[in-house]
């Protein structure tokens, strides 16, 4: 998504426990996930339309929703295109972390090569940004995820999907959407 950094949120996690807990959340049935998708570069939309095709057809994935498409300029490094991000919503039947992993590999497909300028452009970025209203820290997992409150392209059409979540830590998407920065975001139909 714009100015992400990437969708693996790097963390550490100090606390073997919470690490042991949150590996096995989400193994006993379908939870809801949420999920940010972004692209500003080999035509964004269908990058982003495409994602949403092969992230609903994901093993695992049921009950998929996504919002509208919204245009962003942005966040960090200036000097590339507008963003163009939405968020899907579903119910999962496996853990976050093996969730995380098949949005890396949808990256990948979609020709995605990690390492590049952070906040830089990129042809598409999946961010995992919610899973059960759950608080996870692993390596390279942290839920939900970071930034989540200061991002309109994310808050809102996660708003438009799911307004009554509540984010653990930061209060309710409605709220969050509500408060946010919205300058320069914009839906698209």
């Given at each position: 998504m714009a100015g992400s950094g990437g969708s693996a949120n790097n963390t550490d996690c100090a606390d073997s426990t919470a690490v042991a807990a949150a590996a096995d959340v989400g193994h006993a049935g379908t939870v809801l996930a949420h999920v940010g998708l972004g692209s500003n570069l080999a035509q964004p939309a269908r990058q982003v339309a495409a994602a949403m095709h092969r992230l609903a057809a994901w093993p695992g994935v049921r009950r998929f929703r996504g919002?509208?498409?919204?245009?962003?300029?942005p966040w960090g490094l200036q000097s590339q295109p507008d963003f163009i991000n939405a968020?899907?919503?579903?119910?999962?039947s496996g853990s976050a972390p093996v969730l995380l992993a098949g949005l890396l590999a949808i990256e990948r497909e979609a020709g995605r090569v990690r390492g590049g300028e952070r906040w830089g452009p990129r042809v598409l970025d999946l961010d995992l940004l919610d899973f059960a209203g759950?608080?996870?820290?692993?390596?390279?997992?942290?839920?939900?995820?970071?930034?989540?409150?200061?991002?309109?392209?994310?808050?809102?059409?996660l708003h438009e999907l799911s307004p009554d979540l509540h984010l653990p830590g930061l209060g309710p998407v409605a709220m969050l959407a509500a408060k946010v920065d919205r300058q320069g975001v914009a839906a698209l139909d």
């Amino acid at each position: 998504m714009a100015g992400s950094g990437g969708s693996a949120n790097n963390t550490d996690c100090a606390d073997s426990t919470a690490v042991a807990a949150a590996a096995d959340v989400g193994h006993a049935g379908t939870v809801l996930a949420h999920v940010g998708l972004g692209s500003n570069l080999a035509q964004p939309a269908r990058q982003v339309a495409a994602a949403m095709h092969r992230l609903a057809a994901w093993p695992g994935v049921r009950r998929f929703r996504g919002s509208r498409l919204y245009r962003s300029p942005p966040w960090g490094l200036q000097s590339q295109p507008d963003f163009i991000n939405a968020v899907a919503s579903f119910h999962y039947s496996g853990s976050a972390p093996v969730l995380l992993a098949g949005l890396l590999a949808i990256e990948r497909e979609a020709g995605r090569v990690r390492g590049g300028e952070r906040w830089g452009p990129r042809v598409l970025d999946l961010d995992l940004l919610d899973f059960a209203g759950q608080r996870i820290e692993l390596p390279g997992l942290s839920l939900p995820h970071p930034r989540i409150a200061e991002r309109a392209f994310v808050l809102l059409p996660l708003h438009e999907l799911s307004p009554d979540l509540h984010l653990p830590g930061l209060g309710p998407v409605a709220m969050l959407a509500a408060k946010v920065d919205r300058q320069g975001v914009a839906a698209l139909d």
